[in-house]
């Protein structure tokens, strides 16, 4: 409940009062019958186009290529053909692109918030000149635009000979993603209460083990909520997998095989339906998994203080 002090904040009692009416006016507008039917047919509407190509995937290919999904309930009819041809079929199979898509993300989510972690640590908890006006300069990088960086990134990675290789899609995702990680780690690092610090120090312990004993288990929830986000980005990733991995199979993930589904089996659309929900299924579990975390660290701020 939230209790609002007019002596501190200065508002009057008309505005109180007015404060209190909009947000109980707000609160009975959201749980009122229509709004949940709006939110339930918009939810339905929404849904409708994902259903019908999960159900092309597990179709026939005579079916989809004559009939609608929408004609499964008059004729049902299903098969995993469809997954077995894309997964295991032709000469580009998509299960070695999804193992690639496994090695590429999983090290492209770790080293990012290892490498973040400890530099929020460090700007949070320890004193060295020029320490803010550093943590200023790394969150304004956020606004330099990632294409801008693509090409001097590749002749880098071309005269290092690294180009075609997982460490150049490593490389890059984690440079793209410090500076939003270090800014969101620091900020939530730093609402950590200073006392629960102190007392460490007191009792004899340095920074590496506060870091690892204090600081590691209290940011989980804010971890958590961040590697959701650089996993989805990265799983999901076309360009930079097509910039600096996109011309070798043995390192091109998921994203760039179905991108060339897309493009040269149009006619295919049972094949491409099942490629599309095989590059999903690894997303969805993860994202599943950490939803207890990702909701504490989305909320983790709003509700300090």
Known sequence: ??????????????????????????????????????????????????????????????????????????????????????????????????????????????????????????????????????????????????????IPLLEIFVGTGLNGTFWTVWIAHSTFALPLAIFLLHNSMREIPEELVEAARVDGAGHVRIFLTIMLPLMKPAIAAYAVFQFLWVWNDLLVALVFAGGTTDVAPLTVRVAELAGTRDSDWHLLASGAFVSIIIPLIVFFALQRYFVRGLLAGSVKG
């Open 1 to 150: 409940m939230t209790v609002i002090d007019t002596k501190d904040t200065g508002a009057g009692p008309d505005l109180v009062t007015a404060a209190t009416t909009r947000s109980a006016g707000a609160k009975k507008g959201l749980t009122s019958p229509w709004a949940s039917i709006a939110a339930l047919v918009i939810a339905v509407l929404w849904t409708i186009p994902t259903f019908g190509l999960f159900l092309s995937s597990f179709r026939p290919e005579r079916d989809v290529q004559r009939t609608g999904w929408w004609t499964f309930l008059a004729n049902p009819n299903l098969t995993l053909d469809n997954y077995s041809r894309v997964l295991f079929g032709g000469s580009q199979p998509l299960a070695g692109f999804f193992v690639n898509s496994i090695m590429v993300t999983l090290p492209a989510v770790l080293i990012p918030i290892i490498l973040a972690t400890t530099a929020a640590y460090g700007f949070a908890w320890t004193r060295f000149p020029l320490r803010d006006t550093l943590f200023v300069a790394i969150f304004a990088l956020q606004i330099v635009p990632l294409q801008v960086a693509l």
